[in-house]
């Protein structure tokens, strides 16, 4: 009997891939069975590869898989269900909990129940309204010992992600979010003296995390706190593989609080462990790749304003003892008006060139990662459209319209209205740039559309006058014609008057440089409210987007 069942081939669920380690494997199906037992109750990443390779072992040997041993191969199955293949996680675990019912493991079933509700698209309040049975299910099995402490505490966390991920919709966001915090921490006490037990180990270490998402908009040092506890509890007991999301939060806490180098610091660690027995998936190695990029740009950002600031100062130091200089002689002496010009000289460019370069070698990275047939979507399309702005922001046109051109049709099957925006805005201009102001008018267009409906008139109504602007620079003259997709004629929201000073660009695509309106419109995959987090591990903040573009939820089946 093999644990993959019909359900899996029937959802397109990717084969167990052999994962690492697999030199130093035993031979003998008890064995590999007990080693997917083990791997299963530490939560490693490799127990779905583990549970495989011991059910066809078995299958050889003339056994098979006990029912409670199917389950949890089904469970692992449904845990590496990412990207692509999340939709089949919700009927595995179905499936998962049915068999533990058979196996008469009561508290797994629950927590498979559980998980299945979590997987689900975009739980609400229905959901969140049986996790909560299912929460007072699994406290009465403890009681009973019909479940475990580990059991219990992984279905009371995972009712706590449904409700962090509904914060935005509660009457007062602020309230239950100190609410929930307040249950959080009670769960850790309920936990804490359970640690030595591997499977309470992991889930304290993602209750911790969980618990600093939700304090990082109104406590940063406390959520930091909470995130660096949540990254040892996970490296207790020897858990070597990688905590990408805890790595993620905490880097982006620190961002968030202007410690860019050590969140930088963080982020290299993770994408280089000292220890590890699992590679990190290339979804994640992606997610870091892209944060770790976006740190580095703040990072230089941050270390130019310091500079400036810095010659400023020094500029007035410099002009004030000139004065003085002058006041008490018949003529100023010459050094001090050559160290301030020596201070007001530009900065040197070798640091921007490194730090540019160094993102542009992450972003690449990342889009490495997010390619193949079981690659996140999401991640995939933003990772090209960095790139290609990348490239677009140092004129390599033509390489930067093949990366966009691949990333929006992402963004159209996500259903991101603002990554979608941003695309085609900057495809248009590259298309521009490269002598195709007709092209270039009619992605502004259906940018144009796409934003209307925002909250916020601005974006749509700046891209409807960038596309008339660019239409001219065809030889058109009036609003833009109609086009299919947007609507209707594109020139309601323009301000009559918008000349080529104003928007830039020449006839031919000779334009003077990417139009600066590019850099003001909203990002992808932007949190739609304060305690969600996006691509990037970053917590809060809402845009014009927010009414339209779903945010990114922390991963609800760990």
């Given at each position: 009997?093999?644990?993959?069942?019909?359900?899996?081939?029937?959802?397109?669920?990717?084969?167990?891939?052999?994962?690492?380690?697999?030199?130093?494997?035993?031979?003998?199906?008890?064995?590999?069975?007990?080693?997917?037992?083990?791997?299963?109750?530490?939560?490693?990443?490799?127990?779905?590869?583990?549970?495989?390779?011991?059910?066809?072992?078995?299958?050889?040997?003339?056994?098979?898989?006990?029912?409670?041993?199917?389950?949890?191969?089904?469970?692992?199955?449904?845990?590496?269900?990412?990207?692509?293949?999340?939709?089949?996680?919700?009927?595995?675990?179905?499936?998962?909990?049915?068999?533990?019912?058979?196996?008469?493991?009561?508290?797994?079933?629950?927590?498979?129940?559980?998980?299945?509700?979590?997987?689900?698209?975009?739980?609400?309040?229905?959901?969140?309204?049986?996790?909560?049975?299912?929460?007072?299910?699994?406290?009465?099995?403890?009681?009973?010992?019909?479940?475990?402490?580990?059991?219990?505490?992984?279905?009371?966390?995972?009712?706590?992600?449904?409700?962090?991920?509904?914060?935005?919709?509660?009457?007062?966001?602020?309230?239950?979010?100190?609410?929930?915090?307040?249950?959080?921490?009670?769960?850790?006490?309920?936990?804490?003296?359970?640690?030595?037990?591997?499977?309470?180990?992991?889930?304290?270490?993602?209750?911790?995390?969980?618990?600093?998402?939700?304090?990082?908009?109104?406590?940063?040092?406390?959520?930091?706190?909470?995130?660096?506890?949540?990254?040892?509890?996970?490296?207790?007991?020897?858990?070597?593989?990688?905590?990408?999301?805890?790595?993620?939060?905490?880097?982006?806490?620190?961002?968030?609080?202007?410690?860019?180098?050590?969140?930088?610091?963080?982020?290299?660690?993770?994408?280089?462990?000292?220890?590890?027995?699992?590679?990190?998936?290339?979804?994640?190695?992606?997610?870091?790749?892209?944060?770790?990029?976006?740190?580095?740009?703040?990072?230089?950002?941050?270390?130019?304003?310091?500079?400036?600031?810095?010659?400023?100062?020094?500029?007035?130091?410099?002009?004030?003892?000139?004065?003085?200089?002058?006041?008490?002689?018949?003529?100023?002496?010459?050094?001090?008006?050559?160290?301030?010009?020596?201070?007001m000289k530009p900065e040197e460019p070798e640091e921007t060139?490194?730090?540019?370069?160094?993102?542009?070698?992450?972003?690449?990275?990342?889009?490495?990662?997010?390619?193949?047939p079981a690659r996140d979507v999401r991640v995939g399309a933003?990772?090209?459209?960095?790139?290609?702005?990348?490239?677009?922001?140092?004129?390599?046109?033509?390489?930067?319209?093949?990366?966009?051109?691949?990333?929006?049709?992402?963004?159209?099957?996500?259903?991101?209205?603002?990554?979608?925006?941003?695309?085609?805005?900057?495809?248009?201009?590259?298309?521009?740039?490269?002598?195709?102001?007709?092209?270039?008018a009619r992605e502004y267009a259906l940018a144009a559309a796409?934003?209307?409906?925002?909250?916020?008139?601005?974006?749509?109504?700046?891209?409807?006058?960038?596309?008339?602007?660019?239409?001219?620079?065809?030889?058109?003259?009036?609003?833009?014609?109609?086009?299919?997709?947007?609507?209707?004629?594109?020139?309601?929201?323009?301000?009559?008057?918008?000349?080529?000073?104003?928007?830039?660009?020449?006839?031919?695509?000779?334009?003077?440089?990417?139009?600066?309106?590019?850099?003001?419109?909203?990002?992808?995959?932007?949190?739609?409210?304060?305690?969600?987090?996006?691509?990037?591990?970053?917590?809060?903040?809402?845009?014009?987007?927010?009414?339209?573009?779903?945010?990114?939820?922390?991963?609800?089946?760990?």
């Amino acid at each position: 009997m093999s644990s993959r069942s019909p359900d899996e081939f029937r959802l397109g669920v990717r084969p167990y891939d052999r994962g690492a380690g697999t030199g130093d494997e035993p031979e003998d199906p008890h064995e590999l069975l007990h080693r997917a037992r083990r791997l299963t109750v530490h939560g490693h990443p490799g127990a779905g590869s583990a549970w495989e390779r011991a059910a066809t072992a078995l299958r050889r040997a003339g056994g098979a898989l006990t029912p409670g041993d199917h389950a949890d191969a089904l469970d692992a199955t449904a845990l590496d269900c990412r990207g692509a293949a999340r939709p089949a996680a919700g009927p595995l675990f179905f499936r998962a909990a049915d068999l533990h019912e058979r196996a008469g493991q009561r508290g797994k079933a629950l927590v498979s129940r559980a998980r299945a509700l979590v997987a689900g698209p975009g739980p609400g309040a229905t959901a969140c309204a049986r996790l909560a049975e299912l929460c007072e299910r699994a406290s009465a099995l403890h009681r009973v010992g019909q479940a475990g402490a580990a059991e219990t505490a992984t279905v009371r966390l995972l009712h706590g992600r449904i409700r962090a991920d509904l914060l935005g919709t509660a009457p007062d966001p602020a309230a239950e979010a100190a609410a929930l915090r307040e249950d959080l921490a009670r769960l850790i006490a309920f936990a804490a003296p359970h640690r030595a037990d591997p499977a309470v180990a992991r889930v304290l270490a993602d209750t911790r995390a969980l618990l600093g998402r939700i304090t990082a908009p109104d406590d940063p040092a406390a959520a930091e706190a909470q995130l660096r506890a949540a990254l040892d509890d996970h490296r207790a007991g020897g858990r070597t593989w990688p905590a990408t999301e805890h790595h993620l939060l905490l880097s982006a806490v620190l961002r968030a609080t202007g410690a860019h180098e050590e969140a930088a610091a963080v982020l290299r660690a993770a994408l280089v462990p000292q220890v590890t027995d699992t590679p990190l998936r290339a979804a994640d190695r992606a997610r870091l790749c892209l944060a770790l990029a976006r740190t580095v740009a703040g990072s230089g950002e941050q270390g130019r304003t310091a500079r400036s600031a810095e010659k400023a100062a020094g500029a007035a130091e410099a002009e004030g003892a000139a004065e003085a200089a002058a006041e008490t002689a018949a003529a100023p002496e010459e050094e001090p008006a050559e160290e301030r010009e020596e201070l007001m000289k530009p900065e040197e460019p070798e640091e921007t060139a490194q730090e540019d370069g160094e993102r542009l070698a992450l972003l690449a990275e990342a889009v490495r990662h997010t390619e193949g047939p079981a690659r996140d979507v999401r991640v995939g399309a933003l990772a090209r459209l960095l790139l290609g702005v990348a490239h677009a922001e140092r004129g390599g046109w033509d390489r930067a319209l093949a990366l966009l051109e691949q990333a929006l049709p992402g963004f159209q099957d996500d259903g991101d209205t603002a990554g979608r925006v941003r695309t085609r805005a900057w495809l248009a201009e590259c298309l521009l740039h490269l002598g195709e102001p007709g092209r270039a008018a009619r992605e502004y267009a259906l940018a144009a559309a796409a934003a209307r409906p925002w909250g916020d008139p601005r974006p749509g109504a700046a891209l409807t006058r960038r596309a008339e602007h660019v239409l001219g620079l065809a030889g058109t003259r009036g609003p833009v014609p109609e086009i299919p997709g947007t609507g209707g004629t594109v020139y309601a929201d323009a301000k009559a008057g918008t000349g080529p000073s104003a928007e830039g660009g020449a006839p031919g695509g000779g334009a003077r440089g990417a139009w600066p309106g590019l850099r003001a419109l909203p990002e992808p995959f932007g949190p739609p409210e304060r305690y969600q987090v996006d691509v990037y591990g970053e917590v809060g903040g809402a845009g014009p987007q927010a009414a339209t573009a779903p945010g990114t939820r922390v991963q609800g089946c760990e």
